[in-house]
């Protein structure tokens, strides 16, 4: 036994307000893959850290100073901060309904991140430099 509705399925008629155009597919596929990405660059970002304990500034200098720590924790700052951003778009995007907001909110969403992701990689560059 079926329950008639008056849903039309595709994309002309009553239904057609509740059809996805798929626009949000790659934002999402996007949005999977970093987080795939970022959870092993975490763990080693985290293990990388955690090795530092206890040890003074030169012993920290000479850990980041190889390319594996240092390369690690630069792609997961930048990597982090994309992925950051595109969440944060898609929050102002969905809340801020007003035009001229919004696009601000998203000038300064794209300023900051890029803005903290630079700072990051320059202080481990900072960090790894020879003396």
């Given amino acids: 036994m079926s329950v008639p509705t008056h849903f039309e399925s595709g994309r002309s008629g009553q239904g057609a307000a509740y059809v996805s155009d798929h626009e949000g597919s790659a934002h999402a596929r996007f949005m999977r893959v970093?987080?795939?990405v970022l959870a092993p660059l975490g763990l080693l970002s985290a293990w990388h850290l955690a090795g530092l304990v206890g040890?003074?500034?030169d012993g920290v200098r000479a850990e980041i100073g190889h390319p594996l720590p240092a390369i690690v924790l630069i792609l997961f700052a930048v990597i982090g901060m994309i992925h950051a951003r595109q969440g944060a778009n898609e929050i102002i995007e969905d809340?801020?309904?007003d035009d001229a907001l919004r696009e601000k909110a998203l000038y300064w969403n794209r300023i900051a991140s890029?803005?903290?992701?630079?700072a990051w990689t320059f202080a481990i560059m900072l960090i790894a430099a020879p003396k």
């Fill in 114 to 118: 890029i803005a903290i992701a630079c």
């Fill in 34 to 36: 970093s987080s795939y």
């Fill in 55 to 57: 040890k003074d500034l």
């Fill in 95 to 97: 809340y801020v309904h």
